[in-house]
């Protein structure tokens, strides 16, 4: 089957897509934003340790070799490669004055950017530790009354902020994501319900491609009703079309039946080479144009929209018909029961069409003549066709005159009665109605004829 866009899946995509950029854009700025307040809130934690720091510095003795820094309340100072340092160093020699003893003898990494004559407002960095931890510092330069000046620096572990950060990426990760697929779920509602209008509308073509109804019924929202009101004028002008050539067929048919039934018939009164050469002639007149008002008839009823008939009714009768004409003959016609179909077209064209062909059958035949109706195979398009099947049991046609029969007037046998339009205008049908006539030997040596017909 060929392969048709939707607009439903192109909606749904592009909102899909849409809600999930934006979700994850949003996830990205909240723990770029969280991981921003947590972080501060550690340097701000660090900067408290740092001014505690600072003023036990400034209360101590100016003149004291070593300076003399308590514990700062925090027990991971005191306890070796903990993740939590400081420092009190001078600028000046770059020595190191003081520090905790969790560093053990080690030295914290300062930046490059950390000059000795940096600002006096607190400098933080993110560096490893002496245990190739994470670690957070903050770092200020201050000078005492005295004149001495000083670099203060207070380290902590980060991992705990990192892991934090870390579950409450999980935690928003969880969160939109549970967020898209209510998105989604809301977004395929939208458009099943948005869509719903364009459904009814199919059907309500639906059921006027298929015979059940004659225009597009029902309320449609404003936004397609001005479609629907086209359709319903084109269909009405379509049916005018339509009616409009059956009436010019009809008219036309009438206007030349008389005058060449009149000159025929003086012709054929007459003597004479000239009076032969008229009936010729009006012979062959008639024949064009039974030709061209049949090919008219067709081409007007082919395009009635709508127009479905079922065909088993019609292959009964056909049957029925050719039983009472070919009943001296001796030919038994039998029809194989097949499934139920319908036939996606006018019921006098279908007619035309088993008719023809059950009678060349039949006057071909020796025995027998077989009419069946199969489910044919989908086409490529999408569209369904059935199979009609006729047999006889005559003396069948070779391959290279097939062709010929389908030709208008072409007569391989004059002995046979007709005009040699049947099987011509069968051909002509079937085509018009987009499918297929296949002329082939049958199984018991005769013509076997298959057509092909769209269906519903």
Same mark, same amino acid.
């Given at each position: 089957m060929m392969r048709t866009s939707s607009l439903a899946r192109r909606l749904l995509l592009i909102s899909a897509i849409w809600s999930a950029a934006a979700l994850?854009?949003?996830?990205?700025?909240?723990?770029?934003?969280?991981?921003?307040?947590?972080?501060?809130?550690?340097?701000?934690?660090?900067?408290?340790?740092?001014k505690t720091i600072v003023a036990e510095l400034a209360a101590d003795d100016p003149n004291a070799p070593v300076p003399n820094v308590g514990d700062l309340g925090e027990p991971r100072f005191a306890l070796p490669l903990s993740g939590w340092y400081w420092t009190v160093s001078r600028p000046d020699n770059g020595g190191i004055v003081v520090a905790s003893r969790s560093l053990a003898g080690d030295a914290l990494a300062f930046p490059e950017r950390f000059s000795d004559e940096g600002p006096s407002r607190p400098e933080t960095a993110s560096i490893k530790g002496p245990d190739g931890e994470p670690l957070r510092l903050v770092s200020r330069q201050f000078r005492l009354p005295g004149g001495k000046r000083y670099r203060v620096t207070v380290a902590g572990d980060i991992t705990e902020v990192q892991r934090e950060v870390a579950s409450f990426g999980t935690r928003v990760a969880l969160t939109l994501f549970v967020l898209g697929v209510g998105l989604v779920a809301a977004i395929v509602a939208q458009v099943k319900i948005g869509l719903k209008p364009l459904d009814r509308m199919r059907a309500s073509l639906q059921a006027i491609r298929i015979g059940q109804?004659?225009?597009?019924?029902?309320?449609?929202?404003?936004?397609?009703?001005?479609?629907?009101?086209?359709?319903?004028?084109?269909?009405?002008?379509?049916?005018?079309?339509?009616?409009?050539?059956?009436t010019h067929v009809g008219n036309l048919a009438h206007a030349?039946?008389?005058?060449?039934? @009149? *000159? %025929?018939?003086?012709? $054929?009164?007459?003597? +004479? &080479?000239?009076? =032969?050469k008229v009936e010729e002639q009006a012979t062959a007149m008639q024949t064009h144009i039974a030709h061209h008002l049949d090919r008219a008839?067709?081409?007007?009823?082919?395009?009635?929209?709508?127009?479905?008939?079922?065909?088993?009714?019609?292959?009964?009768?056909i049957v029925r018909t050719m039983r009472r004409l070919y009943e001296d003959k001796g030919v038994e016609i039998r029809a194989v029961d097949g499934p139920a179909l319908s036939f996606?077209?006018?019921?006098?064209?279908?007619?035309?069409?088993?008719?023809?062909?059950?009678?060349?059958?039949?006057?071909?035949?020796?025995?027998? @003549? *077989? %009419?069946?109706?199969? $489910?044919?195979?989908? +086409? &490529?398009?999408? =569209?369904?066709?059935?199979?009609?099947i006729v047999e006889d049991d005559g003396p069948g046609l070779p391959e290279a005159e097939r062709d010929l029969v389908l030709e208008r007037g072409r007569r391989l046998?004059?002995?046979?009665?007709?005009?040699?339009?049947?099987?011509?205008?069968?051909?002509?049908?079937?085509?018009?109605?987009?499918?297929?006539?296949?002329?082939?030997?049958?199984?018991s040596g005769g013509l076997r004829v298959e057509v092909r017909l769209p269906r519903i």
């Open positions: 994850v854009v949003a996830g990205v700025i909240l723990v770029a934003l969280y991981h921003q307040s947590v972080v501060r809130n550690f340097d701000d934690r660090l900067e408290v340790y740092l109804s004659e225009r597009l019924e029902g309320d449609f929202p404003r936004e397609i009703a001005p479609l629907a009101s086209e359709l319903n004028a084109l269909l009405e002008s379509h049916r005018e079309v339509v009616e409009r050539s059956r030349l039946k008389t005058p060449l039934s @009149v *000159v %025929l018939n003086e012709a $054929r009164d007459s003597e +004479g &080479p000239f009076a =032969r008839r067709i081409a007007a009823q082919r395009r009635v929209i709508g127009a479905v008939t079922p065909v088993q009714p019609v292959v009964d009768s996606r077209g006018e019921k006098q064209d279908l007619m035309e069409i088993i008719g023809n062909l059950a009678d060349n059958a039949c006057k071909w035949a020796g025995n027998e @003549v *077989v %009419l069946e109706i199969r $489910r044919g195979r989908d +086409g &490529p398009d999408g =569209r369904s066709f059935l199979d009609l046998d004059e002995t046979k009665p007709g005009s040699g339009l049947g099987l011509s205008i069968v051909a002509e049908l079937v085509r018009l109605y987009g499918g297929d006539l296949v002329l082939a030997e049958a199984r």
